[in-house]
């Protein structure tokens, strides 16, 4: 029971109910702000395919295969689920259930890695036209940028087991997966290629097997190295139950 109680004191020293209360808010304002972006580039993108009389149902299923996408709607959820919690809670704080706190770590490192990769590898790249600008920003920027900071200062972090950081690892590997088994059956819907990649960096007919290769085992790397990290600030920061 005394580390539990340190543990308490440490996460809510010099933190009023408000504070808690404003950063849950911002939680549910960001999950709103992000929804409208990816919905925003989501009718930006079909409307604009419309025009120009692609395929809508690739088009569709290309959308949900991009990893921004995919990370910024599981944002959606656990920001909305977390923020909504501690209001029907009655403000109360305390340590998140072990699979919201295990949810936070995982979709915190998606998003950090979302970040990172587009500011390093995409940012250089031409708009496509029927980006949204805006939208962009959002998804790639602010939105991981929200995260990292509320993996550092956001209230009721729970402490999980360090084996939480290598589940971290399942989703990013069956994407993967997914990407390159699916991308020789799609047509590309913009040069007519008979294949689609949503990422130029994972096209091997352009930086061949090996470059592919080794992205995958630096982004999968990057991956357990940035969970373990989130999974460690929760252990330093976080609220032990008893």
């Known amino acids: 029971m005394a580390r539990f109680s340190a543990s308490t004191t440490a996460q809510t020293a010099g933190r009023a109910p408000g504070w808690a209360a404003g950063w849950n808010l911002a939680r549910v304002a960001m999950a709103v702000l992000v929804a409208v972006a990816v919905a925003?580039?989501?009718?930006?993108?079909?409307?604009f395919s419309a025009a120009m009389g692609r395929d809508l149902l690739t088009v569709v299923a290309n959308f949900f295969s991009f990893f921004t996408n995919l990370s910024n709607l599981s944002a959606v959820v656990v920001l909305a689920l977390a923020g909504a919690r501690f209001f029907v809670r009655g403000r109360r704080l305390e340590a998140d259930p072990p699979a919201l706190a295990t949810a936070l770590a995982w979709v915190s490192t998606y998003m950090i890695i979302t970040?990172?990769?587009y500011n390093l590898l995409l940012r250089g790249l031409p708009p496509q036209?029927?980006?949204?600008?805006w939208s962009n920003e959002i998804v790639h920027v602010w939105a991981p940028l929200f995260f990292l900071l509320d993996l550092l200062v956001g209230p009721g972090r729970r402490r999980l087991p360090w084996k939480a950081a290598?589940?971290?690892?399942i989703f990013p590997i069956v994407w993967i997966?997914?990407?390159l088994a699916r991308a020789p059956f799609i047509t590309n819907q913009t040069t007519g290629?008979?294949?689609w990649y949503p990422y130029p960096f994972f096209d091997p007919h352009t930086n061949g097997w090996g470059s592919v290769a080794v992205y995958i085992v630096v982004i999968?790397?990057?991956v357990v190295g940035l969970a373990c990290g989130?999974?460690?600030i929760g252990r330093v920061r976080g609220i032990r139950s008893s």
């Open 40 to 47: 925003a580039q989501f009718v930006s993108t079909v409307s």
């Open 115 to 117: 970040g990172i990769v």
């Open 129 to 133: 036209p029927e980006s949204v600008g």
């Open 166 to 169: 290598l589940g971290a690892a």
């Open 177 to 179: 997966v997914y990407t």
């Open 193 to 195: 290629a008979p294949y």
């Open 220 to 222: 999968a790397v990057a």
């Open 230 to 232: 989130a999974v460690a």
